[in-house]
């Protein structure tokens, strides 16, 4: 701001056709100059009262001035320019499951859209301080706190019990909860309690078993794929075997909301362009209908 005030009060050659340029009052620029001097250690300006001019020192100062304003000026231009273009790096994390389901299969329609973009993409299913590691974004499923975070909705896709058409053709296929007592079910990393509707509306729990317990939604997605017996998991993990036939989903009237899978990122006044797009993306993915 300073060195601003001095530059136009040289290109001026007074305080008040400054402070007209610039929108200020005279006082405040002559206060600004005042300040500068002081600072510097050093008069900038010889006045008479006909006269403003810069000293040999404001002079050789004006002159430095100059450049680095316009270093400024330019280094500005790049940044507005940089954050209204989608191109650049963006550093994602994502569950293994949704990474590998959901978004890895949809990325050739993205970079389409976007080639600019590069996308540094990473898989976790525990926790991630995005502020800590550097990361622009995060895909995460439950309920998060986290104030530092922006937080955006992507699904609330239901949870769903689902088996393979060759399963259900030797064992036949549940009709209530209750009926799961009497099936081989694919036990996954929450454990046996599977959640479902009951008759009144009101979650109710049931305990399950089998001869499989996995800690991955992927090898469970493939298990129950294969036909090894019936599985719950999140629409959006198997929502493409839904399409393709090779997996049935099970107990409609008894469907549960799932925790929601959200967006996560750092927050900020001026959103850039290429997250805007990674971020609207996710969300048109997502989409349940």
């Given at each position: 701001?300073?060195?601003?005030v001095?530059?136009?009060?040289v290109?001026h050659g007074g305080?008040?056709a400054?402070?007209n340029?610039?929108?200020?009052s005279a006082?405040?620029?002559?206060k600004t100059?005042?300040?500068l001097?002081?600072e510097l250690?050093t008069?900038?300006f010889?006045r008479?009262t ?6 040999d020192?404001g002079?050789?100062?004006y002159e430095?001035c ?5 270093d400024l000026?330019?280094?500005?231009a790049n940044l507005?320019r ?6 650049g ?6 569950p293994?499951?949704?990474g590998?389901?959901?978004l890895v ?9 976007f080639?600019?973009?590069?996308l540094d ?5 525990g926790?991630?301080d ?12 439950g309920?998060?706190?986290d104030?530092?975070?922006?937080t955006r909705l ?7 019990t689902?088996?393979?058409p ?13 009926d ?7 036990v996954?990393?929450?454990g046996?309690?599977w959640?479902?509707r ?6 109710v729990t049931?305990?399950?078993s089998?001869n499989?317990v996995?800690?991955?939604?992927d090898?469970l997605r ?8 019936i599985a719950?998991?999140t629409w959006w993990?198997?929502r493409?075997?839904l399409?393709?036939?090779a997996?049935k989903?099970?107990l409609p009237?008894h ?10 990122y750092?927050p900020q006044?001026h959103?850039p362009?290429?997250l805007?797009?990674?971020i609207?993306f996710?969300?048109?993915i997502t989409k349940?209908?």
């Amino acid at each position: 701001m300073a060195l601003s005030v001095f530059a136009r009060v040289v290109e001026h050659g007074g305080f008040t056709a400054a402070a007209n340029k610039l929108g200020l009052s005279a006082s405040a620029v002559t206060k600004t100059i005042a300040r500068l001097e002081d600072e510097l250690g050093t008069q900038l300006f010889n006045r008479t009262t006909r006269r403003l001019a810069p000293t040999d020192y404001g002079q050789e100062f004006y002159e430095r001035c100059v450049h680095i304003l316009s270093d400024l000026e330019d280094a500005e231009a790049n940044l507005r320019r940089g954050s209204a273009v989608t191109r650049g790096r963006i550093r994602a994390v994502v569950p293994f499951s949704f990474g590998r389901v959901t978004l890895v299969p949809e990325l050739p329609r993205f970079f389409a859209r976007f080639p600019e973009i590069r996308l540094d993409l990473s898989f976790n299913d525990g926790a991630t301080d995005l502020i800590a590691d550097g990361v622009d974004v995060a895909v995460r499923t439950g309920v998060f706190s986290d104030s530092r975070l922006t937080t955006r909705l992507l699904t609330r896709g239901p949870q769903i019990t689902f088996a393979a058409p060759s399963y259900l053709e030797k064992h036949g296929e549940p009709a209530t909860p209750q009926d799961l007592r009497k099936h081989n079910c694919i036990v996954g990393r929450f454990g046996p309690e599977w959640s479902f509707r009951g008759q009144d509306g009101t979650p109710v729990t049931m305990r399950v078993s089998g001869n499989l317990v996995i800690g991955s939604g992927d090898a469970l997605r493939e298990a129950a794929v294969a036909g090894v017996g019936i599985a719950q998991g999140t629409w959006w993990l198997v929502r493409k075997d839904l399409e393709t036939g090779a997996l049935k989903s099970l107990l409609p009237d008894h469907i549960l909301e799932g925790n929601p899978v959200s967006v996560l990122y750092p927050p900020q006044r001026h959103l850039p362009a290429k997250l805007r797009a990674f971020i609207d993306f996710l969300v048109e993915i997502t989409k349940t209908g």
